[in-house]
């Protein structure tokens, strides 16, 4: 498990992800999209609340690799299915709208096949505007999981954005919905705006 504290103008929500070595009953309610992690959590848009830091749990690549391997053995009528749900509750349900969005940041969550630069952007935004992390991960390998290879290299990526995250808060950048400008996942300001 990796863990570490994020400093944020904006409230993170604290995820507690547990490792199991075989497919443990908590990811098949979360797969199967009944009493998932992220549907008992309460999310509000916290516009004027501010805490100095948050404490925020990550998957490890062997719990990624466990969501992956379910996937990968869906049919594409689940896999489309699935994903419908997950657009619904990215889609207003369980953040924001994807109309208050920037454009850049629409074209790549709907870009097909998306590639590392739009997985990178997507986790950043994701991460940044207080996204679940388990929402914003399996919407992301579901992206992927009509290919194996696509799908064995998105588990790899994700591990390294995890992973290196603690590493490069001051220097990872995101949109802001709520401050419309750019900040680090830190929370300082991003000079440029442009990715």
């Keep these: 498990m990796i ?3 994020l400093h944020y103008t904006t409230l993170l929500f604290c995820i507690n992800i547990h490792h199991r070595s075989s497919i443990s009953a908590d990811t098949w ?8 992690v992220y549907h008992n959590f309460n999310y509000q848009y916290f516009n004027s609340l501010t805490m100095a830091s948050q404490s925020v749990e990550f998957p490890t690549l062997e ?3 466990e969501v992956a391997t379910v996937m990968a053995n869906w049919q594409h009528e689940r896999l489309r299915d699935y994903r419908k749900m997950l657009f619904n509750d990215i889609n207003g349900r369980h953040f924001k ?9 629409v074209q790549s969550f709907w870009r097909k096949p998306m590639i590392q ?9 994701f991460l940044g505007n ?22 064995k290299h998105r588990c790899d990526r994700l591990h390294s954005f995890y992973r290196d995250l603690p590493q490069k ?7 802001d919905l709520d401050k419309k400008r750019f900040l680090h996942l830190d929370g300082s300001v991003h000079d440029t705006y442009f990715f």
């Design 130 to 151: 207080g996204c679940h992390t388990r929402l914003a991960l399996y919407w992301i390998l579901t992206s992927a999981a009509w290919c194996p290879s696509e799908l």
């Design 29 to 36: 309610n979360c797969l199967n999209h009944q009493n998932s």
């Design 97 to 105: 709208n994807l109309y208050w969005w920037p454009e850049h940041m």
């Design 63 to 65: 719990e990624i690799q």
């Design 169 to 175: 808060i001051h220097i990872w950048f995101y949109y």
């Design 117 to 125: 630069r739009d997985v990178f952007k997507l986790l950043c935004f």
């Design 3 to 5: 863990v570490f504290t």
